[in-house]
């Protein structure tokens, strides 16, 4: 397969990967500084209103972090690759199927 192709979606792959980083931090920092340090949480947002946000932006990033994973294990598919691959992507589908779960019943206890 041509080099540059697999240079360039590598570098892509890696760019995705860094969206992931910074939804998460991104939701991580907002969340912190908006419900906690402004004196929002218990005033006007809710304990569980504050976890469903920051869930939000964790599955998100997650997804992010899959996609990037698929994305750099495709032209260089050697056995060890897809085994780490396979388990990352169990891992991070078991963690977004649960979160999942989770915001859902946060959703409806904030209702």
């Known amino acids: ?3 540059n192709l697999i240079q360039t979606i590598d570098a892509f792959a890696v760019f995705v990967g860094l969206v992931g980083v910074l939804v998460i931090v991104a939701g991580v920092v907002l969340i912190h500084f908006i419900a906690l340090e402004m004196g929002m949480k218990g005033r006007y947002i809710s ?4 976890r469903y946000r920051l869930g939000v932006y964790i599955l998100l990033g997650l997804e992010f972090l899959v996609a990037a994973d698929i994305l750099e294990t495709v032209f260089k598919p050697t056995l060890e690759q897809l085994t780490i691959l396979g388990g990352i992507v169990v891992i991070r589908t078991g963690l977004n199927y649960f979160l999942n779960k989770e ?3 946060l959703k409806e206890d904030i209702k």
């Open 1 to 3: 397969m041509n080099t």
């Open 47 to 50: 304990h569980d209103s504050i």
């Open 103 to 105: 915001l859902e019943d």
